[in-house]
């Protein structure tokens, strides 16, 4: 039946941007409210998963973090494969993250990402807000207006605007226009994403890496 897609996989999310923006630390926030001072860099990939209930529906959201550093560049192409949500984070007190999502971040998108994608510009560390030279925030929701994306600040380190982004991202995905996007894509590619009964606890939390 269309509507019940899949059972066993589950909205695929992709966090991607350069070294250091806070991609693990958004993650680890969400999943287990925890946050690491001083984080260690990815290592090719890991992803996570988390059940959420949106309306009456339980969702699986499966969150890929990728590695940001120069060397793994070259596996990210795979993990665009069936990713509809794909969040581009740069760090607010870095000019430079933020240029790398329109010089390399986007572009590897529109090479290798999937047709119709649910796009987030996310601006973490938002907890330095204060600190001097900040990346431009304006030149940041224009790029978001350009790629059709929608824009969020965070901050890993408060949690502030954290659950706000992967429940939009969810809503957005799961909306009246996207759905049947994302439907017939599904159909063609196979499952890739649940939408649970109300008492199916079967799907636990749970962190994976490879
Ligand atoms: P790679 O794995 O190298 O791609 O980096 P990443 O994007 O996953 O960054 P990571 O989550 O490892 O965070 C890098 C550093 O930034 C860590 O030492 C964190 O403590 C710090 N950090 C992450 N998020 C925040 C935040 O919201 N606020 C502040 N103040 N620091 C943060």
Redesign the pocket.
Request: proline fraction near 2%; charged fraction near 25%; glycine fraction near 10%.
């Given at each position: 039946m269309e509507d019940d897609i899949d059972q066993e996989n589950g909205i695929k999310i992709t966090?991607l941007?350069?070294?250091?923006?806070?991609?693990?630390?958004?993650?680890?926030?969400y999943i287990d409210d925890t946050?690491?001072?001083?984080?260690?860099?990815?290592?090719g990939a890991n992803f996570m998963e988390k059940v959420i209930k949106r309306g009456d529906k339980e969702v699986l959201l499966n969150i890929w973090?990728?590695?940001?550093?120069e060397k793994?560049h070259s596996l990210g192409k795979h993990f665009y494969k069936d990713s509809y949500i794909v969040c581009f984070?740069y760090?607010i007190?870095n000019q430079e993250s933020l240029d790398s999502l329109k010089a390399t971040w986007y572009p590897d998108l529109q090479k290798y990402g999937e047709k119709y994608t649910v796009l987030a510009v996310v601006g973490?560390?938002?907890?330095?807000y204060e600190e001097d030279n900040l990346a431009d925030e304006a030149q940041a929701k224009e790029f978001a207006k350009e790629i059709n994306a929608t824009f969020f600040l965070?901050?890993?380190?408060?949690g502030d605007g954290i659950e706000k982004l992967f429940n939009t991202l969810a809503d957005q995905y799961l909306s009246p226009e996207f759905a049947p996007k994302a439907k017939e894509m599904i159909k063609k590619r196979g499952p890739s994403f649940s939408v649970k009964s109300k008492n199916n606890k079967n799907v636990q939390e749970k962190k994976k890496c490879c």
């Open positions: 966090l941007g350069n070294p250091g923006v806070g991609k693990t630390c958004i993650i680890s926030k946050f690491e001072e001083n984080e260690e860099s990815t290592i973090d990728t590695a940001g550093q793994f984070v760090d007190t973490n560390k938002s907890d330095l965070t901050s890993a380190k408060s």
